[in-house]
């Protein structure tokens, strides 16, 4: 039901920050509950961050203090701030958007996250 398109990902060194934007197709964030998720090479998919229709936020807690999720409804977009990178950070990363009512899932394309050490 949902296009979602990703953006934002790339190389930076240890200590740095990245953007993620994740454009949905849909006018009403309001139905969603939005997701971060990452998965490592050999590892499995693992949740990041996610943020409520009412702005509630929880967090991993490996990246407490560093990410930040947020939506801007009126761009109909979400985000994850990535600051203090660490090589282990290291991922392909996804966000989702659950629709609060019937429960499916919207998965964006992915965008790679690579942290130099």
């Known amino acids: 039901q949902v296009q979602l398109v990703e953006s934002g990902g790339g190389l930076v060194q240890t200590g740095g920050s990245l953007r993620l934007s994740c454009a949905a197709s849909e006018s009403n964030l309001n139905l969603y509950v939005t997701g971060w998720y990452r998965q490592a090479p050999g590892s499995q998919r693992e949740l990041v961050a996610i943020i409520t229709s009412g702005g509630g936020t929880h967090y991993a807690d490996l990246v407490k203090g560093r990410f930040t999720i947020s939506r801007d409804n009126a761009k109909n977009t979400a985000y994850l701030q990535m600051n203090s990178l660490k090589p282990e950070d290291t991922a392909v990363y996804y966000c989702?958007?659950?629709?609060?009512?019937?429960?499916?899932?919207?998965w964006g394309q992915g965008t790679q996250v690579t942290v130099s050490s």
């Open positions: 989702n958007f659950r629709h609060r009512i019937s429960g499916a899932d919207n």
